[in-house]
């Protein structure tokens, strides 16, 4: 293991989450942790516990029935394409009206047949983690596997299938600070027609040592090697996303192009994982829930940190 890696014991009491039954869901973007089985074993990885059984799949198709209104309903883990019927998970998605998202290590859609399997069954957008973008020592470092042939064979079947696609990288100070860069040169390459390159710290939860926290950047640090990787200035990504963007707190958006519209192009969405919960509208908390073991949804984050090491 890396020594990015860490144990975190469970707390023997958890914080109470509200949560809301699915009817009176006020969320945009849903999370359903289809499984907590994965094939990979990532240093900060904030579900490390897999021993939790797969979702119910007949209780997951009653709670998205349930919901009054459409959103992105987010298949996530651990890995989700552990499941050998994601396929119908996301055909069962699309038929009630939602919009499926994958978010994947992308190792099984290095198989372009098995991608085009999902895009037949009504996948559209994928998020694939890249934390070393096409580097195998970095993957090794941060993930504990040099993967990174079949993460680029992912993103350029996706891409190829027409598919939206977001990344997401997690930087480390000293380790991978060059991925934004990477990511950057890699992406313009591919020539998708819209596409999000999600930049993060370590954060302050998930499994993590006490040295790990040495290694996380700070929002500032993070604008400034996204303004190096496109030869702007970090002011300019600041003010235009004061301007223009709609991120949560916490969070930067901005465009590669500074004069590109939304909804086309490469886009810069940076997250800090330390933003106080104090810093958040009631729009922030509305923007992602997540589906609990009761069926009911939760506050993303809220749940995540309350159950930190558990479902």
């Known amino acids: 293991m890396s020594g990015l890696a860490g144990s975190r014991s469970v707390p023997a009491q958890r914080p109470v989450v509200r949560s809301f039954a699915p009817g009176e869901n006020p969320f945009?973007?849903?999370?359903?942790?289809?499984?907590?089985?994965?094939?990979?074993?990532?240093?900060?990885?904030?579900l490390p516990n897999r021993d939790v059984p797969d979702m119910n799949v007949g209780r997951l198709?009653?709670?998205?029935?349930?919901?009054?209104?459409?959103?992105?309903?987010r298949l996530i883990g651990a890995e989700p394409t552990m499941r050998r019927d994601l396929p119908e998970i996301v055909s069962m998605v699309r038929r009630l009206g939602h919009r499926p998202v994958l978010?994947?290590?992308?190792?099984?859609?290095?198989?372009?047949?098995?991608?085009r399997q999902l895009?037949?069954?009504?996948?559209?957008?994928?998020?694939?983690?890249?934390?070393?973008?096409?580097?195998?020592?970095?993957?090794?470092?941060?993930?504990?596997?040099?993967?990174a042939a079949k993460k680029l064979r992912a993103v350029e079947n996706a891409v190829a299938h027409g598919m939206i696609v977001n990344t997401g990288t997690i930087l480390v100070r000293g380790v991978?600070?060059?991925?934004?860069?990477?990511?950057?040169?890699?992406?313009?390459?591919?020539?998708?027609?819209?596409?999000?390159?999600?930049?993060?710290?370590?954060?302050?939860?998930?499994?993590?040592d006490a040295a790990s926290k040495t290694r996380?950047?700070?929002?500032?640090?993070?604008?400034?090697?996204?303004?190096?990787?496109?030869?702007?200035?970090?002011?300019?990504?600041?003010?235009?996303?004061?301007?223009?963007?709609?991120?949560?707190?916490?969070?930067?958006?901005?465009?590669?192009?500074?004069?590109?519209?939304?909804?086309?192009?490469?886009?810069?969405?940076?997250?800090?994982w330390h933003a106080k919960v104090e810093e958040c509208?009631?729009?922030?908390?509305?923007?992602?829930?997540?589906?609990?073991?009761?069926?009911?949804i939760a506050p993303f984050f809220d749940h995540v940190k309350a159950n930190e090491g558990g479902y």
């Open 61 to 73: 198709e009653d709670c998205l029935a349930a919901l009054p209104k459409r959103v992105n309903l």
């Open 176 to 208: 991978n600070e060059g991925a934004v860069r990477r990511m950057h040169g890699l992406m313009a390459g591919l020539g998708p027609r819209h596409a999000v390159m999600r930049f993060k710290n370590i954060g302050a939860f998930g499994r993590y």
């Open 216 to 272: 996380n950047l700070s929002m500032a640090e993070m604008e400034a090697l996204c303004a190096d990787a496109i030869g702007a200035d970090a002011a300019s990504l600041a003010a235009w996303d004061r301007i223009k963007g709609k991120a949560e707190a916490g969070s930067r958006l901005f465009p590669v192009d500074l004069a590109a519209r939304p909804g086309r192009g490469l886009w810069f969405k940076l997250t800090d």
């Open 28 to 46: 945009e973007t849903v999370v359903a942790d289809v499984t907590h089985r994965c094939n990979m074993a990532c240093a900060n990885c904030y």
């Open 281 to 296: 509208t009631e729009s922030d908390f509305r923007r992602r829930g997540r589906i609990t073991e009761e069926f009911r």
């Open 103 to 115: 978010l994947t290590n992308g190792l099984r859609l290095a198989r372009e047949g098995y991608l």
């Open 119 to 147: 895009r037949d069954a009504g996948l559209r957008h994928v998020y694939v983690s890249m934390n070393g973008a096409d580097n195998d020592d970095w993957y090794e470092t941060i993930d504990n596997m040099r993967c």
